[in-house]
């Protein structure tokens, strides 16, 4: 069991996607560009199966941003979409309302 002093060790935060490409080496991955508040940051998401890329910008979205930056098929990914799946389908986490990117989430 995770206690809650390791939960707040985990910086989760809004995220505008403004970019949305696929990669270029994985049939499932899309290279995000999100913006977090006044900074941009690249992640790589395996979401391609689920979304199209003009599902996906302007989508206001929930992010991991405090993990070690990963090398994914030769691409650098800084933060990791939040994402809820089961034997139907994948769904992003989004937010309801419009909310500034690079707000907490807790």
């Known amino acids: 069991m995770a206690t809650y002093e ?4 985990i910086e989760i935060k809004t995220a505008r996607i403004i970019e949305a490409r ?9 290279v995000l560009d999100i913006d977090i508040g006044g900074e941009k940051r690249q992640i790589v998401a ?7 890329v003009e599902e996906l910008v302007g989508k206001n979205i929930a992010v991991v941003l ?8 030769g691409i650098e ?7 809820a799946s089961n ?5 992003i986490l989004t937010l309801d309302k ?3 990117p690079g707000s907490i989430i807790k």
């Open 46 to 52: 395996g979401i391609r199966n689920y979304y199209g």
């Open 87 to 91: 034997d139907q389908g994948l769904s």
């Open 77 to 83: 990914s800084n933060g990791m979409l939040l994402a």
């Open 22 to 30: 696929v990669h270029p080496g994985a049939d499932r991955l899309y």
């Open 98 to 100: 419009d909310i500034s």
């Open 6 to 9: 390791d939960f707040k060790k």
């Open 66 to 73: 405090n993990l070690e930056p990963a090398v994914i098929r």
